[in-house]
């Protein structure tokens, strides 16, 4: 029986070429507050895993689940009772939760989230758009989406289309965060930051295992030739490019090209190539944490040393070491870092060294600007480590006898007042930092870097984190948590 009548013709109400599994269950979604490409596309997949839907303009009294996103549960039940005054009693009025619920188990599922007559909304537990909003540990359940994800992200970074790059990033970060695996795209619904393409790619890798635009990344002459210069420490995406459109594919070219000067940074990159691209182990890390420590407090016995980058969150494995070193006496921070590159040359293990003195100064802050580095005093060091002072070993390649490797290790010194800021910025990661500081700026009207805090008029002071989550209205988020 047709209860609204439209100009659309009726479509069939049961599915044609997929087979029905689910008798007793027939669903209506309510195109209200849905919109018509989202319901379709919610139809054809309801199909797929053999449910009857009633389609279009049909409201039929055999109809025993009517799906609503409108979460004003009283003008849907007037609109209801228009439509179908007579069997309301037999038909469950459920939130769009239980739909969701339903795709990704393939089946109907018990939990019955029903819209009561006279309830207003319903609390259906959303995941942020912000992901300092989100808890994301090391553990990635989602880890083929988001590896393809970072593909593309890095390809469109490359031909500097910013917009799609960030939007696989925020997609990936989202996936990151979720305690369990996409197993169909009808799960993802209720998740922020995925757009058509990121779940067309999805799509692909959930029916073949991988997805057909990766895989033709993956073996593009620029993109590989990009990845493997841009590999070289010391070479950004600009210099990659430039080498690439002069005809230069491998190391070798570059390396027999006359014409190409290689800066300091990009020698050493060379020359410790293998070592530096190799992943540095929590062991090393811990290591170096002693060597530095040793370092610092030959001068400064009263120095702070703070384990920051990937390694504060938790990670096994990292591209470098971060550490932070400050002293409780203001001021005093300054000789820090010539000191600490002195006493490792003196070691005879500083294999390079790019010092950048402080620019940092308070009477210029805020700044409205987006800036990449932040003012303080900062060193990237290529560090010697010996294989007898690491804990079971260096983590090098099977017949490495050298018995050492070369390690990357970043150190930054901010004044000790900065000191809370500069730690939640160096702790990242990148895509945590990015969506504080936007939560700050479109949530707050707050300014957030890595010197300050600022509201309106006055800085926010902060000794701790904590202090820095508190003035931005958001929950403690621990550092383990922040791997988006
Ligand atoms: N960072 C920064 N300013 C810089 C360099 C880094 O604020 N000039 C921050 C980044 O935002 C990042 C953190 O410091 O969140 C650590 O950077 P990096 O070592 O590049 O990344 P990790 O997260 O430590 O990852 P990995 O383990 O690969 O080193
Ligand atoms: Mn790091
Ligand atoms: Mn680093």
């Given at each position: 029986m047709v209860m609204r009548k439209r100009s659309r013709p009726v479509e069939a109400d049961v599915p044609r070429r997929e087979e029905v599994k689910f008798e007793d269950v027939r669903l209506y979604l309510v195109e209200r507050k849905m919109g018509r490409s989202r319901r379709s596309f919610l139809t054809q997949l309801a199909r797929s895993k053999g449910f009857i839907l009633f389609f279009f303009s049909l409201y039929s009294d055999e109809v025993t689940h009517v799906v609503s996103e409108d979460s004003h549960a009283s003008s849907l039940w007037k609109w209801l009772k228009e439509c179908a005054p007579k069997n309301l009693q037999n038909v469950n009025v459920l939130d769009i939760s239980w739909f969701t619920d339903s795709m990704r188990e393939g089946r109907p599922v018990d939990n019955l989230p029903t819209l009561p007559e006279g309830s207003t909304s319903t609390p259906v537990t959303t995941v942020s758009q912000y992901a300092c909003q989100r808890r994301t540990t090391t553990e990635n359940h989602n880890k083929i989406f988001t590896d393809a994800f970072e593909v593309l992200a890095e390809s469109y970074e490359f031909s500097e289309m910013e917009g799609p790059c960030l939007a696989f990033r925020r997609a990936a970060s989202v996936l990151k965060s979720l305690p369990w695996a996409v197993r169909?795209?009808?799960?993802?619904?209720?998740?922020?930051?995925?757009g058509e393409h990121t779940k067309a790619v999805m799509e692909e890798v959930l029916q073949c295992g991988r997805s057909f635009e990766v895989e033709k990344i993956l073996s593009d002459e620029r993109y590989r030739t990009l990845k493997l210069f841009t590999s070289v420490f010391g070479v950004g995406p600009k210099t990659a490019e430039k080498w690439y459109r002069r005809g230069l594919r491998s190391f070798t070219d570059i390396l027999a090209d006359r014409s190409i000067h290689l800066n300091q940074m990009q020698q050493t990159g060379f020359l410790h190539y293998g070592d530096i691209t190799r992943a540095v182990s929590k062991a090393e890390a811990r290591s170096l944490r002693n060597i530095i420590d040793e370092a610092v407090r030959a001068i400064t016995p009263a120095a702070i040393v703070a384990l920051t980058g990937g390694f504060r969150r938790g990670k096994e494995f990292g591209h470098d070491v971060d550490f932070i070193v400050t002293t409780p006496e203001l001021g005093k921070e300054k000789i820090l870092l010539p000191n600490i590159i002195n006493g490792l040359k003196k070691q005879g293990i500083l294999l390079f060294c790019d010092y950048q003195a402080s620019t940092f100064d308070m009477a210029k802050l805020p700044s409205y600007r987006f800036e990449a580095m932040d003012h303080f005093a900062k060193c990237f060091l290529i560090l010697r480590l010996e294989a007898s002072q690491v804990e079971g070993g260096l983590h090098i390649a099977e017949g490495d006898s050298r018995g050492w490797r070369a390690v990357r290790v970043d150190l930054v010194s901010p004044p000790v007042d900065r000191y809370a800021f500069a730690l939640l910025g160096w702790t990242g990661s990148r895509q945590f930092e990015r969506d504080l500081r936007r939560f700050a700026r479109v949530k707050q009207r707050m300014i957030l870097d890595n010197h300050c805090l600022y509201d309106k008029t006055k800085f926010l002071a902060a000794t701790t984190e904590k202090d820095i989550f508190a003035h931005l209205g958001l929950e403690y988020i621990e550092p383990w948590q922040r791997n988006a």
């Open positions: 169909s795209l009808g799960a993802t619904l209720d998740l922020p930051c995925l």
